[in-house]
């Protein structure tokens, strides 16, 4: 695939480093020739120094061939125009990057769908979306739902008291009687393994699970097996009155007892006329007093979304020092995610990744329905749609040597949810969740075309 991103910031970046491990044919395309120079020199992807608002420059980084245009620089205007004129000038797909929730109105999206924009992107609404999600579920690290929840993915950090630990994953499936859960994967001192079973579960790992049973005792249940309980969350503190943190506060605020925390008083005043359900306290949230005049020590959830990395980790860190059960940290810097993980900081949330886990699926075949870039580990959760005649239902799974690097988790047939086996045979019209790690992405795309 012949692709074009425009920005070279953090989001193209990471977006240009993800899509460099298949095989596409990139150009990243910004007027910073420095900065393009730095990333050129690490991937493997060509460069182009121009602006993707110049017709100019987009015919000379081939966008009459393109498959695909992705715009993500720094400004959304930019963005907006220079995807109407990529589509204008050839490229089959466009995707631009906003900052106004209010453009993603079902009545506003047609608008922007009859300029030639084939999709938007918000990364701070799917950001808010999430921690919401997991709000509701106090046990996970992250969730991933697939076919309206029909099976679902739970990250799952094991507490040294969890029942299965120094077990195998063999000791453990005979211990379960029903097969509603699988381990796909586990995340060990700064790396991903595809377990086999006899693999022992230690303290601290990170547990990819598939389930096919999401009620409310089969979550007890998972939760209960990770040395973890639920408990109610009613009183959340939220630091930073970024796009995520009023988005959340607003949601949030109407069935949770929400204090935000500001540091700009303008700003502080603008965010107190916009939320009716939050109280908005004007104060700089580094401050560990002014934390606990505002009864930090009482909350059961600290959000840290202040765009400040730093801030948001060693907030956190305070927050769960102070008894806060669930913590969760805006992280931008790539380099820190598995430190603030490896800290405690139980859910870190990262635009790039967001981003790039909505973008990647328009490179994949047309069978993949949903993917998820995980945090703490650079593997990704995918769906495929298993169409008549496709290498994968060519036998049960013990047979078709799909690749060691990668592992079906589960499959959903009609509307029940499974989960997959050695001796599972995949059917046409089945939905199909592969967990697989960097360097089987293309292999796997094989098995579904």
Known sequence: MRIIISGAGAVGAHIGKMLSQGRHDITLLDPNEDKLRQIGANLDLMTLTG??????DLLNGGIKRADLFIAVAKYEETNITSAILAKQLGAKKTIARIDNGEYLYPDNLEYFNNLGIDYLIYPEKIAAREIISLINQTGSTEIVDFSNGLLTLFVI??????PIINKTLTEVAQEIERHEYRAVAITRNYKTIIPGGKDKFLPGDTVYVITNKTSDDGISELMEYSGKKLYDIRNIMILGGSRIGRATAKELGRQHNVKLIEINREKSYQISNQLNNALVINGDGRDRDLLMEEGLQNMDAFIAVSGNSETNILSCIL????????????VENMDYITLAENMGIDTIINKKMITASRIFRFTMSEQLTNIKCLTGTDAEVMEFEVKPNSKITHGSLKQI????????GGVIRGETGFIANGYTMIKPNDRVVVFALPSAIEKISKFFN
């Open 51 to 56: 602006s993707g608002i110049s017709i100019s």
């Open 157 to 162: 950090k094991l507490e040294e008291s969890a």
């Open 319 to 330: 927050a769960k020092r102070m008894g806060v059960k669930k913590t969760f940290a805006e």
């Open 401 to 408: 040597n799909f690749p060691k690097d990668s592992i079906i």
